[in-house]
T-cell receptor, first 114, second 116 residues
């Protein structure tokens, strides 16, 4: 079993739809949760960062963490064609010192069509 | 914002040769840099963690004699793929951690290596 599971998709939605992206994990020691966006042939860029459980909102993006269920989500409201990319979840047990090791999900490919 | 560059962006080499990939943090100091590889439609797999001035820490299954990492300064780390084989063909991505913001890793644009 992988430490982090993420449905690779692809996920195709119409412009303006609400998109829900999810990851599950098995390591209860994970405390830091990130969502990255990666365009084709580019490096990932950080979208959202959450520590422990709870919700975090930034513009059209909302990240949720449910540690009791070992489940994290990223919601995109009013999706745009420019949101078409691969979304990767990433997790870490610690971010201090030399232990800033991120474990990535496989990534979900999202296509938003006009 | 923080920028990480990689050079070259793509490289084709012959089997048996060595290739060096550079990773630079352009506007911040990175005490730690990470090297990942990514196969098509797959996730990033951490290869090694590189701390400035010390030896890199390699993940299980990564051959340290094949993937040589040098982190000589706070803004530069290099990955050398020695005696490259076609199975080493992949997308190599580095990231750098800003010493002032412990949680954030800034990723480079990646280097696509093709070994013929």
């Amino acid at each position: 079993q992988k430490e982090v599971e993420q449905d690779p998709g692809p996920l195709s939605v119409p412009e303006g739809a609400i998109v829900s992206l999810n990851c599950t994990y098995s390591n209860s020691a994970f405390q830091y949760f990130m969502w990255y966006r990666q365009y084709s042939r580019k490096g990932p860029e950080l979208l959202m960062y959450t520590y422990s459980s709870g919700n975090k909102e930034d513009g059209r993006f909302t990240a949720q963490v449910d540690k009791s269920s070992k489940y994290i989500s990223l919601f995109i409201r009013d999706s745009q064609p420019s949101d078409s990319a691969t979304y990767l979840c990433a997790m870490s047990t610690s971010l201090s010192g030399g232990y800033n090791k991120l474990i990535f999900g496989a990534g979900t490919r999202l296509a938003v069509h006009p | 914002g923080a920028v990480v560059s990689q050079h070259p962006s793509w490289v084709i080499c012959k089997s048996g040769t060595s290739v060096k990939i550079e990773c630079r943090s352009l506007d911040f100091q990175a005490t730690t840099m990470f090297w990942y590889r990514q196969f098509p439609k797959q996730s990033l797999m951490l290869m090694a963690t590189s701390n400035e001035g010390s030896k890199a820490t390699y993940e299980q299954g990564v051959e340290k004699d094949k993937f040589l990492i040098n982190h000589a300064s706070l803004t530069l780390s290099t990955l050398t793929v020695t005696s490259a084989h076609p199975e080493d063909s992949s997308f190599y991505i580095c990231s750098a951690r800003d010493r002032r913001i412990s949680y954030e890793q800034y990723f480079g644009p990646g280097t696509r290596l093709t070994v013929t």
